[in-house]
């Protein structure tokens, strides 16, 4: 998962399929489909495909497609299924349109269904139907599309204060659940990362030639090398030509106003040095799917 005003081809073969611990290789061990997907000067695009990513020609074809694309964001996921329908291409990063952006979201670990139903609602469950199933009560209905879904609507409520929206809901998800909740979600111009189960990590490459920000459950190379870490409840916040900025624990937010989240925000991005570069309009989306 990268971010940049245009990612590296060579970061994007690398990441995805060369490096020892690409996506790619991670299919052997997360067999049940792939999914990718990318934003660029034409909005979003959605890839996917049923085969493990190690076995599956497209996927190879899906990575020269984005690193050719010219893509701002690229995000990326190989499934080994806990919840719902197996023998699909892998739904994840599901997609929502909502606030006029489409968003994607990729969720490792595990929650209780029943559960995440009754924090969203049955209202917002009916006017937002699943990503996979005919309905909510629907067996092959995902874990994550539920999760993403009470994210989505934590931060519509928090009048799309995204942050304040992720506080909302990891706390509200964790009153009553205590499986993993790693996810990474972006909006097509930051790609925030959530840590709360299982490792996850972040880079930042600050040469002037080659600048951006990576996320990843596990770093790509055999060694850590300039990977960082995350810990539970931190939540890394990932935008174009800035360095990585990390919420020590996101629950915490919620004691602030908007103004002052802001106000702090701001704060730790002039502690940095930063590259500001003008952001593309978005536009709108485009899927495609590979099987």
């Not at 559960?115 to 995902?142: C, F, Q, R």
């Amino acid at each position: 998962m990268t971010a940049a005003d245009v990612l590296p081809e060579a970061v994007v073969y690398d990441h995805l399929i060369n490096l020892p611990n690409s996506l790619k290789n991670l299919g052997a061990y997360n067999p049940n489909g792939w999914g990718l997907a990318y934003y660029n000067n034409d909005g979003l695009t959605a890839l996917r495909g049923k085969p493990p990513a190690n076995t599956d020609q497209n996927f190879t074809l899906a990575v020269q497609k984005i690193a050719e694309s010219s893509a701002s964001i690229a995000v990326g996921h190989v499934r080994l299924a806990t919840s719902g329908a197996i023998n699909i291409p892998n739904p994840h990063p599901f997609v929502r349109d909502k606030g006029g952006k489409f968003w994607a979201f990729g969720h490792n670990g595990g929650l209780d269904k029943n559960k995440l139903k009754t924090l969203i609602g049955a209202e917002y469950l009916a006017d937002n139907p699943p990503t996979v199933g005919s309905n909510w009560d629907d067996p092959n209905v995902v874990d994550s599309d539920l999760y993403m879904l009470y994210v989505m609507k934590c931060i519509e409520e928090n009048g799309w204060n995204v942050i304040s929206g992720i506080a909302k809901a990891v706390a509200d998800i964790r009153a009553v659940d205590y499986g993993a909740m790693n996810f990474f979600l972006t909006d097509g111009e930051t790609l925030w990362g959530f840590r709360l189960g299982y490792e996850l990590y972040y880079y930042y490459n600050s040469t002037s030639s080659s600048q951006y920000s990576a996320l990843a459950s596990q770093f790509p190379k055999d060694t850590q090398d300039g990977w960082i870490a995350l810990q539970d409840y931190n939540l890394v916040i990932l935008t174009k030509g800035n360095p990585p900025i990390v919420i020590d624990n996101v629950t915490t937010i919620p004691e602030f106003s908007p103004s002052t989240l802001l106000l702090m925000l701001l704060s730790l991005t002039l502690l940095t040095i930063t590259i500001h570069r003008k952001k593309k309009p978005y536009q709108k989306r485009k899927k495609t799917q590979l099987t």
